[in-house]
């Protein structure tokens, strides 16, 4: 089975950082796309930064400039790196990878558990 570890989550003092890490395991072979997504207390989970298997990357307006995903593709692994982080950041993080056991096989959405991001005030 495919499996999501996710680290580096905490708590940070604003305008801190974290580098969360997202490993990727098991059965799949094939990584297309690798994201992050988040959702905060009373809110919607939200689209926080994608890569795609060409290293092209999309950000939520709200942390363009603050925020870097990146992907290590020896690793099976993707990172977000988190810069100037505000009390707003506050959410549980869920890395998000689409892929497949085969390449040219259907796709397939797998999330992981979250990571608690706490930017205290």
């Known amino acids: 089975q495919v499996q999501l570890v996710e680290s580096g989550g905490g708590l940070v003092q604003p305008g801190g950082s974290l580098r969360l890490s997202c490993a990727a395991s098991g059965s799949i072979v094939s990584l297309n796309s690798m994201g992050w997504w988040r959702q905060a207390p009373g809110k919607q989970r939200e689209l926080v930064a994608n890569?795609?298997?060409?290293?092209?990357?999309n950000y939520a307006d709200s942390v363009k400039g603050r925020f870097t995903i990146s992907r290590d593709n020896t690793k099976n692994t993707a990172y977000l790196q988190m810069n100037s982080l505000k009390p707003e950041d506050t959410a549980v993080y869920f890395c998000?990878?689409?892929?497949?056991?085969?390449?040219?096989?259907?796709?397939?959405?797998?999330w992981g558990q979250g990571t608690q991001v706490t930017v205290s005030s």
């Open positions: 890569i795609n298997s060409g290293g092209s990357t």
């Open positions: 998000r990878v689409v892929g497949s056991k085969v390449s040219g096989a259907p796709l397939a959405v797998y």
